[in-house]
């Protein structure tokens, strides 16, 4: 069974700073490409960040400069450092995984609420 357990949410105030975890059991995240979404009420999934399989980054507009997303091969754990949260910043985050040997597979976390303030 894949399990995506997120951790590291909260609220802080705007200019502060969260690190999100996403810990990965049942696939190999060294090898899968990774990635973080997020969805604030009434609006839209959207993709913050990826980590593909050879090591590229892609954030969305929006976070450039200001989030990075990592992996712990040793850990099988995803990462995002979010700094200098803006309140259009606040939605719950996902973890997602796609399994590069099943075709059409995808794993998501179940979600953690991150809230900035101004």
């Known amino acids: 069974q894949v399990q995506l357990v997120e951790s590291g949410g909260g609220s802080v105030q705007a200019g502060e700073s969260l690190k999100l975890a996403c810990r990965g059991t049942?696939?190999?995240?060294?090898?899968?490409?990774l990635a973080w979404y997020r969805q604030a009420p009434g609006k839209q999934r959207e993709l913050v960040a990826s980590?593909?399989?050879?090591?590229?980054?892609n954030y969305t507009d929006a976070v450039k400069g200001r989030f990075t997303i990592s992996r712990d091969n040793g850990r099988n754990t995803l990462y995002l450092q979010m700094n200098d949260l803006k309140p259009e910043d606040s939605a719950v985050y996902y973890c997602?995984?796609?399994?590069?040997?099943?075709?059409?597979?995808?794993?998501w976390g179940q979600g953690i609420q991150v809230t900035v303030s101004s």
């Open positions: 997602n995984v796609r399994d590069k040997f099943e075709v059409g597979s995808s794993y």
């Open positions: 980590l593909i399989t050879n090591k590229r980054t």
């Open positions: 049942g696939i190999i995240f060294s090898i899968n490409p």
